[in-house]
C-alpha cells in the first residue's frame, strides 16, 4: 500500500526499504503543526527523489513516525511528483526514553494501540485517506523496556487483523531479538519482522538473527562501513539466507531546524540518497555478487518482505489481503 494507493508488488520494483525525508525531533509534547514551510521542503526534496527515480530506483519506504515529523499528505505531493512508489508508516517510537511517545500510551492497554493503528490501516491516517504500509516500532538499546513489549505486542495484534509487515527500528540486536521471542508467544513468524538500523551491531550479532528468520535492512550504509556490509552480505549468500536482506539508508536526510523558523537542514551531503544505488551495488559487483543476486537484494527482498499477508508461525501460508 503506498501512500497513492493500492501499488501491485510486482511493480515495486528497486526498493530502499528504510528512508527518513524529514524527521522533526522536537519531541511528542511539541505543538502538533508542521513546524516547517511546506512549498520551500518540496522544493528541496523533490529534486533529489528525482534523482533516484532516473538512477534506477522505484520504491522508497518512508519510516518517519507520528510525533516525529510523519507527514503523509507532504509524502503523497512528492510520489506523484516524483513518480516514486513512497510507503508510510503506523507504529510508534520508543527512542529516546520514550520521547516521541503520546501521553496516553503511558495508560493504554496493548489492544487499545493496537486498535488505533489498525483503524489508520483500514481507514487511513487522521483525514487523510492514506494507509500505511508498514507498522514502524523504534527502540533503544539494551533490550525491550516494558513499554516496548507494550508497543511490540500491539504491532503484532495490528499485524495479525492487517497484514502489514513490522519495521523495528534499534541500533543493537538485544531488543530485536526479545521482540522476536515476544513475536513468537503472540502467534506471529519471524519473516513478519524486519530489522532495519544495527549501526551499532556486528556481523556476528546479524547473522544469528538472520538464521533466526529476521529480515534485516542493512541502514547507514557510508564509505566507512560498505566494506563491513559488503562482507555481511557475502557471509549471507554462504549460507543461503540472502532472502534475508534489503537495503536502505536508515537515516534522516532533512531534518527540522531548532531555530523554530520553520527551515529544514540538510543530514550529511548533497546526493545522498543515491550512495547505494549508484556506489554500493557497484562494491557488490565488484566483490562477485552476480546480477541476479544484487536484483535479489534490491527486488524481490523487498516484494517479499513488504507484501501484505499475515504471517503465522504455525502455517507457512499466509492469509494476504486486497490491500495492494
Same mark, same amino acid.
Given at each position: 500500500?503506498?501512500?497513492?494507493?493500492?501499488?501491485?508488488?510486482?511493480?515495486?520494483?528497486?526498493?530502499?526499504?528504510?528512508?527518513?525525508?524529514?524527521?522533526?525531533?522536537?519531541?511528542?509534547?511539541?505543538?502538533?503543526?508542521?513546524?516547517?514551510?511546506?512549498?520551500?521542503?518540496?522544493?528541496?526534496? $523533490?529534486?533529489?527523489?528525482?534523482?533516484?527515480? @532516473?538512477?534506477?530506483?522505484? @520504491?522508497?519506504?518512508?519510516? @518517519?513516525?507520528?510525533?516525529?515529523?510523519?507527514?503523509?499528505? +507532504?509524502?503523497?505531493?512528492?510520489?506523484?511528483?516524483?513518480?516514486?512508489?513512497?510507503?508510510?508508516? @503506523?507504529?510508534?517510537?520508543?527512542?529516546?526514553?520514550?520521547?516521541?511517545?503520546?501521553?496516553?500510551?503511558?495508560? &493504554?492497554?496493548?489492544?487499545?494501540?493496537?486498535?488505533?493503528?489498525? %483503524?489508520?490501516?483500514?481507514? #487511513?491516517?487522521?483525514?487523510?485517506?492514506?494507509?500505511?504500509?508498514?507498522?514502524?516500532?523504534?527502540?533503544?538499546?539494551?533490550?525491550?523496556?516494558?513499554?516496548?513489549?507494550?508497543?511490540?505486542?500491539?504491532?503484532?495484534?495490528?499485524?495479525?487483523?492487517?497484514?502489514?509487515?513490522? $519495521?523495528?527500528?534499534?541500533?543493537? *540486536?538485544?531488543?530485536?531479538?526479545?521482540?522476536?521471542? =515476544?513475536?513468537?508467544? &503472540?502467534?506471529?513468524?519471524?519473516?513478519?519482522?524486519?530489522?532495519?538500523?544495527?549501526?551499532?551491531?556486528?556481523?556476528?550479532?546479524?547473522?544469528?538473527?538472520?538464521?533466526? #528468520?529476521?529480515?534485516?535492512?542493512?541502514?547507514?550504509?557510508?564509505?566507512?562501513?560498505?566494506?563491513?556490509?559488503?562482507?555481511?552480505?557475502?557471509? =549471507?549468500?554462504? !549460507?543461503?539466507?540472502?532472502?534475508?536482506?534489503?537495503?536502505?539508508? *536508515?537515516?534522516?536526510?532533512?531534518?527540522?531546524?531548532?531555530?523554530?523558523? #520553520?527551515?529544514?537542514? %540538510?543530514? *550529511?551531503?548533497?546526493?545522498?540518497?543515491?550512495?547505494?544505488?549508484?556506489?554500493?551495488?557497484?562494491?557488490?559487483?565488484?566483490? #562477485?555478487?552476480?546480477?541476479?543476486?544484487?536484483?535479489?537484494?534490491?527486488?524481490?527482498?523487498?516484494?517479499?518482505? +513488504? &507484501?501484505?499477508?499475515?504471517?503465522?508461525? !504455525?502455517?507457512?501460508?499466509?492469509?494476504?489481503? $486486497?490491500?495492494?
Amino acid at each position: 500500500m503506498s501512500v497513492c494507493g493500492p501499488v501491485n508488488p510486482s511493480r515495486l520494483g528497486v526498493t530502499l526499504a528504510d528512508e527518513f525525508l524529514v524527521c522533526d525531533f522536537s519531541g511528542a509534547d511539541a505543538p502538533g503543526a508542521i513546524r516547517y514551510d511546506m512549498e520551500k521542503a518540496f522544493e528541496q526534496i $523533490l529534486p533529489e527523489l528525482v534523482s533516484l527515480k @532516473t538512477a534506477g530506483c522505484e @520504491t522508497l519506504v518512508e519510516s @518517519t513516525p507520528a510525533y516525529m515529523g510523519r507527514n503523509v499528505k +507532504f509524502l503523497q505531493r512528492l510520489s506523484k511528483a516524483s513518480g516514486l512508489n513512497i510507503l508510510t508508516n @503506523t507504529g510508534y517510537s520508543a527512542q529516546e526514553n520514550g520521547r516521541y511517545l503520546p501521553a496516553s500510551v503511558e495508560t &493504554e492497554q496493548a489492544e487499545d494501540i493496537a486498535f488505533g493503528w489498525i %483503524r489508520e490501516a483500514w481507514y #487511513g491516517i487522521g483525514e487523510s485517506g492514506i494507509r500505511p504500509g508498514v507498522i514502524r516500532i523504534g527502540i533503544d538499546n539494551g533490550g525491550l523496556t516494558a513499554t516496548a513489549g507494550k508497543l511490540f505486542q500491539a504491532a503484532c495484534r495490528a499485524h495479525l487483523e492487517t497484514g502489514l509487515p513490522i $519495521l523495528v527500528q534499534s541500533a543493537d *540486536g538485544l531488543g530485536v531479538a526479545e521482540a522476536l521471542s =515476544l513475536m513468537r508467544k &503472540e502467534g506471529l513468524e519471524a519473516a513478519a519482522l524486519i530489522w532495519a538500523g544495527g549501526s551499532e551491531a556486528d556481523n556476528r550479532e546479524r547473522l544469528e538473527l538472520a538464521r533466526m #528468520g529476521i529480515r534485516l535492512s542493512l541502514g547507514a550504509i557510508t564509505r566507512e562501513c560498505s566494506k563491513e556490509y559488503a562482507q555481511f552480505l557475502e557471509q =549471507l549468500k554462504n !549460507e543461503d539466507l540472502l532472502d534475508r536482506a534489503l537495503l536502505g539508508h *536508515g537515516m534522516s536526510h532533512y531534518r527540522v531546524a531548532e531555530s523554530g523558523a #520553520g527551515e529544514l537542514r %540538510r543530514v *550529511g551531503a548533497k546526493g545522498e540518497y543515491l550512495w547505494i544505488l549508484k556506489e554500493f551495488l557497484s562494491q557488490l559487483s565488484e566483490a #562477485g555478487f552476480s546480477r541476479s543476486e544484487v536484483s535479489r537484494i534490491t527486488e524481490k527482498n523487498p516484494r517479499e518482505a +513488504f &507484501e501484505i499477508g499475515v504471517r503465522k508461525a !504455525e502455517s507457512r501460508s499466509r492469509k494476504k489481503y $486486497l490491500l495492494f
